[in-house]
Nanobody, 114 residues
Framework: QVQFVESGGGLVQPGGSLRLSCAASGSIFSIGAMAWYRQGPGKQRELVATIFIGGTTTYADSVKGRFTISRDNAKNTVYLQMNSLKPEDTAVYYC????????WGQGTQVTVSS
């Protein structure tokens, strides 16, 4: 089973930027569509962004225009560029397949606060 290691989180002020990375232990091409998810304090895990094999992307309305998902199949890595961050973006961020799921990684904490 493919394992995921998320990194790049941290503490950032409102309006700031972060770039998250997700390194997979196996082929993300074989998984197909990949996605970033997040779980805020006291909330359920939610889908943030999806990227398909051909490069098509979709986003939750709450992050549209601010976040960009990308993938490097050769490196088995998925990225999430987050700009114009808001306090409500505070959450633990995870990556996984959009339709073919593996076990969840530990995630990376993103805290947006002044």
């Amino acid at each position: 089973q493919v394992q995921f290691v998320e990194s790049g989180g941290g503490l950032v002020q409102p309006g700031g930027s972060l770039r998250l990375s997700c390194a997979a232990s196996g082929s993300i091409f074989s998984i197909g569509a990949m996605a970033w998810y997040r779980q805020g304090p006291g909330k359920q895990r939610e889908l943030v962004a999806t990227i398909f094999i051909g490069g098509t992307t979709t986003y939750a309305d709450s992050v549209k225009g601010r976040f960009t998902i990308s993938r490097d199949n050769a490196k088995n890595t998925v990225y999430l560029q987050m700009n114009s961050l808001k306090p409500e973006d505070t959450a633990v961020y995870y990556c996984n397949g959009a339709y073919v799921r593996s076990s969840w990684g530990q995630g990376t904490q993103v805290t947006v606060s002044s």
